[in-house]
């Protein structure tokens, strides 16, 4: 073969913090900390800060492949770890702080993290499992010697003094660009959490991905606010991303979950790209229309994690004149796989087409293949109706998980995501069920996720969950779980009559059962399996039968 004759340069996460320190050392980050309201200061202070902190991990005895986590919510410190562990060559490892503390134990073992950073807030937490983290030699708590609290924490100082007094200088290595930067273990709703360890090659090329004009489209002149945590695979990629560009960073610290203080920091920093989960938008959108506000400032959201309903999607547009993007991915793909922009001559479709387009989770980028196969791992054509397993495969997707020899993908080196799809012949791909969770109904798919979604954009309900309840005649039947908005009522016969003309009669389910609240995981997403156990000697009325 004969060999092309251009530099062999590493794809180092290094590069784009060397670039945005050069090419946007005045564009600025803007964060809420637990210390602080509103702290501000531009790239260049924080590539500073950033190489005051490898001195310090280098201080500390860390070395190239060590793992370092973090419990921290999105801030300017945070940013800064991410840097600076990742391009002195240790491992930058997120955690969750909203997992059980068994799963935060099992996971800080199975790295065997050398130090912890933590928000003051999760102190507590760490103090109750500290006994049971032998790998841990010292927690920097992430604040200033002010705020600092009382802690019995092993080697316990504040992040800020952590800092002091280090040059601001850093000669940070050059390595093989297949090293790890960075590891997050998968929310997994069955057995152990399982740790993608993501490589700086795979990290910068999910940043080019991400960037590019049909996906997320950063520029400089952008302002972006991800919601979306730096614990859940790496805020989908906006933290490298957005230096890339040298878009300004906004960051939320502890009030991701606050409406009013995020709708505030949107409105004051002229944030106009912003990402999250569809329960963020769902209460933004709810405090908005309660508050006789407005979003102006924002003109895209990315809506991720979960199937994106259409409420969102018509209030952003209608009430605040907001473009929303759906987009689908998972840890294992670092994560995002696909996005959904329209192609040309799109927006001329009829009002409900186009809404059925963009409800899709949307079409794949370049850098992730996709596919999908039916039971007998036969490929599925891509015309909209066939579903099947959908396997994926590039160079942002996992190979192996951490720790475990074996490998993640098949012999052909695809990995199923364990979700199932269609995808329609302009390559929109629209997530129909997991696997595990798909409805088997005469031999025939239900797919559990659309009769959700249809449940949902009902005006009275706030949440639906649809779960496969064991059938003599039809093998398995759906049953509706609903949870009504406050002060809401409706009754069985009307929720079901709902499904009238909105999906296969076949496919409405046999019965609807109205519950307070439904389970959730740590990251947000419907747990069946609770729920599948909750109803486990559930039996349907008779005469309830399709
Ligand atoms: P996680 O690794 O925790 O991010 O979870 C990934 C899983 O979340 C995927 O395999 C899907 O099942 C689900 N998911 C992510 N995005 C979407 C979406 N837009 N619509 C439906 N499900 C989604």
Redesign the pocket.
Known sequence: MLQGLMMDTPLLITRIMRFADINHAGREIVSVTADSPRHRYTYADAFVRTRQLANALAGLGMREGDRIATLAWNDHRHLELYYAISCSGSVCHTINPRLFTEQIEYIVNHAEDRLVFTDPMFVPLLEELADKLPTVEAYIVLTDAEHMPDTSLKGAVSYEELLAGEPGEFDWPEFDENAACSLCY??GTTGNPKGALFSHRATVLHAYGICLPDVMSFSERNCVLPVVPMF??NAWGAPYGVPMTGAKLVLPGPKMGDSEALHELMESENVDYSLGVPTVWLNLLAYLEESGQTANSLQRVC??????PASIIETFDTKHDVYVH???????MS?VGVYNSLKTGMEALPADELLQVRLR?GRGLFGVEMKIVDDNGQELPWDGVSFGALKVRGPWVVSAYYKDDRPAVDADGWFD???VANITPEGFMQ?TD?TKDVIKSGGEWISS?ELENTAVNHPKVAEAAVIGIAHPKWTERPLLVVVMRPGETISREDMLAWFDGKVAKWWIPDDVAFVDELPHTA?G?LKKIALREQFADYEFPAGSES
Not at 303 to 308: E, H, L, Q
Not at 326 to 332: F, R, S
């Open positions: 998968t929310s859940h695979v809506v991720g994690g979960a199937a994106c759906h987009a689908w991915g998972m840890t294992e994560p989770q995501t364990g979700d997530i997991r996720i990251t997403k």
